[in-house]
């Protein structure tokens, strides 16, 4: 994969690779709870630990040469599953931590509702610029999606599986394929999927029926 987007921010970022995987962390408690994450962690659930296997089994034939993971603790457990299966280390890299929801983090939306009357609906007006209140935008952690493929592409790597978050996540994908914001921002990841970006640009779903 050799491409060059340059309608992210800053001059465009060249990541070479033959295929990416990215999954999400496996469901946790909060997931279950309609809290936000964010910085903040949780741990998974039974359910999430076994997602996490069901990907490994999913990506144990799929030539994967290393595995970088969020330092944020549900990523870090999810990625040692996969790891382990894989029979490679655990690469951690700080700018795959998921997007800050600062203040808002470990609330529920009835909780911000209350605290920040309006705000919830003024995101939805526009998702990538809206920056929550002590946290950052979409736009914000763009520039971290961007470091994290840099720095993963100067390891050599050219099969690499990122474990990250939902919000990060559509951040890389957008920078892989070259998406727009908007449409970037609709894309949904799962906790039981995981997606492989092949050097042609397309993405495809790997999943089990659970």
């Given at each position: 994969?050799a491409r060059?987007?340059?309608?992210g921010?800053?001059?465009?970022?060249l990541?070479?690779?033959?295929a990416?995987?990215?999954?999400?962390?496996?469901?946790t408690?909060?997931?279950?709870?309609?809290?936000?994450?964010?910085?903040?962690?949780?741990?998974?659930?039974p359910?999430?630990?076994l997602q996490a296997?069901?990907?490994?089994a999913l990506?144990s034939?799929?030539?994967?040469d290393?595995?970088?993971?969020s330092?944020?603790?549900?990523?870090r457990?999810t990625a040692?599953v996969l790891a382990?299966?894989?029979?490679?280390p655990?690469?951690?890299?700080?700018?795959?931590?998921?997007?800050a929801?600062?203040?808002?983090?470990?609330?529920?939306s009835a909780e911000i509702?209350?605290?920040w009357p309006?705000q919830?609906a003024?995101r939805?007006?526009d998702?990538?610029?809206?920056?929550?209140p002590?946290?950052?935008?979409?736009?914000?952690?763009?520039?971290?999606?961007?470091?994290?493929?840099?720095?993963?592409?100067a390891?050599?790597?050219?099969?690499?599986?990122?474990?990250a978050h939902?919000?990060?996540?559509?951040l890389l994908?957008?920078?892989?394929?070259?998406?727009?914001?908007?449409?970037?921002l609709?894309?949904?990841?799962?906790?039981d999927?995981v997606?492989?970006?092949?050097?042609?640009?397309?993405?495809d779903?790997?999943?089990?029926?659970?």
């Open positions: 994969m060059r987007h340059d309608s921010p800053g001059p465009g970022v990541v070479l690779f033959d990416v995987y990215l999954a999400r962390h496996g469901q408690q909060w997931n279950v709870e309609g809290r936000r994450q964010g910085r903040l962690d949780s741990s998974l659930t359910h999430g630990l296997q069901r990907n490994a990506v034939d799929e030539q994967i290393a595995v970088f993971t330092p944020l603790g549900r990523a457990r040692e382990d299966a894989l029979e490679l655990v690469r951690v890299v700080d700018d795959l931590a998921e997007v929801h600062g203040e808002w983090s470990g609330l529920t509702d209350s605290g309006g919830r003024a939805e007006k998702k990538y610029a809206f920056r929550c002590g946290g950052e935008s979409y736009a914000d952690a763009e520039l971290r999606a961007v470091r994290a493929l840099q720095s993963i592409a390891t050599g790597s050219l099969r690499p599986l990122l474990v939902e919000m990060l996540g559509r994908v957008k920078q892989l394929v070259g998406l727009g914001s908007e449409e970037a609709r894309r949904a990841q799962p906790s999927v997606y492989r970006i092949t050097s042609a640009g397309s993405i779903r790997l999943t089990s029926a659970e």
